[in-house]
Structures are given as structure tokens and as C-alpha cells.
């Protein structure tokens, strides 16, 4: 199974960087996957590590070590339209999807 | 229909009633997937399916039972509501088993009195 942690909530200002952390341990581990998920709408797709390192696309970039079960979103210049849930899941070698319970970032101007 | 699409939008229902939310995709995805989204609990899967005519448990199947007649479907019954079923329900596709990338529907918000 999985045990995927991230904190609760975050809150920053309108320009500025978070970082989202993620810890998980599992039993078979196959990429780790972040999704964004605005209130009240169905989550959508952010960002897949399966290697370790840094994968930037645009504002936002996730890292993943796996010998040490961690992963971050940084979300970068950031906007009121950020505001919103970040879920980190993990995939197991049968390709499920294992999520944790989600990081709210509320973004203040 | 464009991507994918949920019915209904939200439902109350009466416990020990029986209820199946419908999921359609139209992007020919193999793969499907249900969830339930409650609260501090995150996303938990229900039951998938990598193609059409198969189907697997995820990790809170208890209560629910899906089918995969076809490529573009793949319904979620409740056979008798419980109230610990009150949540909101989301399916979702990928284009395969091991797909990147999962489409979320637009959720069913469900619930049991």
C-alpha cells in the first residue's frame, strides 16, 4: 500500500514561490504524479516524475528522490488563479493511482 | 460529448436505496476509474478498469460494483446506500493502462440520508 503525507494548507503572496512537500513510502513504487484541483471541480493534471531530478514546465516544477520517498511541486510568480488544491499521488506497479489529501494554497494579494 | 461526462451532477438518495451513477468518456480510452473524494481523506479508488471487459478493486471497493460492457462506459452501482457513501464520486480515464495522464469527469456530488 501507500502513505502519502503533505501538509494541510499553505498560504503566500500574489509574485512570490511555494513549495508543496510530499513524503510517501510504498510497496512498489511508479512515478509520482501532481494534479491541481480548483474548489468545486474535478482535479486536473500538473506533472509526472518517475526519474529522480527536476521536471520544469512553465511556472510550475516538481522534483522527485526516490531513495529518499520525496517529491515537491514549486509553483513559481505566482497568481490568484494558483489558488487552489495540489494532490500528490503515487502509482504502484499495477498503475494505480494513490493520492494523499491534498495541499490548499490560498494565494493573497 | 466532449471528454469525459458524468450523470448526475448530484443526487440525495435515501439509505438502502439502490443507485448507479454513469460515467461516458468518448476519447477511447482503455483505462477507467472511479473515486471517491471525501474531506481530509483525499482521493480513494473504488474500481477500475484497464479495457473493456475487465474490472478491478481499488482500495475501498465495499458496497459499490462496476462493468465494462464497452469502450466509452463504465457505470457505478450502489446496490444499497449507506450514508457512509455520502461523498463526491469522480471518474476518469487514461489512454492506457499505464497512461500518463488521467481525465478527470466533472464528479457526482452524492448524498445518503
Known amino acids: 500500500g501507500q502513505n502519502i503525507d503533505q501538509p494541510t494548507e499553505m498560504t503566500a503572496t500574489e509574485g512570490a514561490i511555494v513549495q508543496i512537500n510530499c513524503t510517501y513510502q510504498t510497496s512498489g513504487f511508479n512515478g509520482l504524479f501532481w494534479y491541481q484541483q480548483h474548489a468545486g471541480e474535478a482535479p486536473t493534471f500538473l506533472s509526472y516524475n518517475v526519474l529522480d531530478g527536476l521536471e520544469e514546465k512553465g511556472r510550475f516544477s516538481s522534483f522527485l528522490s526516490r531513495s529518499k520517498g520525496y517529491s515537491y511541486l514549486l509553483l513559481k510568480e505566482l497568481q490568484m488563479k494558483d489558488s487552489a488544491s495540489y494532490l500528490c499521488?503515487?502509482?504502484?506497479?499495477?498503475?494505480?493511482?494513490?493520492f494523499g489529501a491534498g495541499t490548499t494554497v490560498t494565494v493573497r494579494a | 460529448i466532449a471528454g469525459i461526462t458524468q450523470a448526475p451532477t448530484s443526487q440525495i438518495l435515501a439509505a438502502g436505496r439502490r443507485m448507479t451513477l454513469r460515467c461516458t468518456q468518448d476519447m477511447r480510452h482503455n483505462a477507467m476509474y472511479w473515486y471517491r473524494q471525501d474531506l481530509g481523506l483525499g482521493l480513494r479508488l473504488i474500481h477500475y478498469s484497464n479495457t473493456a471487459g475487465t474490472t478491478g478493486k481499488g482500495e475501498v471497493p465495499d458496497g459499490y460494483s462496476v462493468s465494462r460492457a464497452n469502450t466509452d462506459d463504465f457505470p457505478l452501482t450502489l446496490a444499497s446506500a449507506v450514508p457512509s457513501q455520502t461523498s463526491v464520486y469522480f471518474c476518469a480515464s487514461s489512454e492506457g493502462a499505464p497512461g500518463i495522464e488521467q481525465f478527470f469527469g466533472p464528479g457526482t456530488r452524492l448524498t445518503v440520508l
Open positions: 499521488a503515487v502509482r504502484d506497479r499495477d498503475y494505480k493511482l494513490s
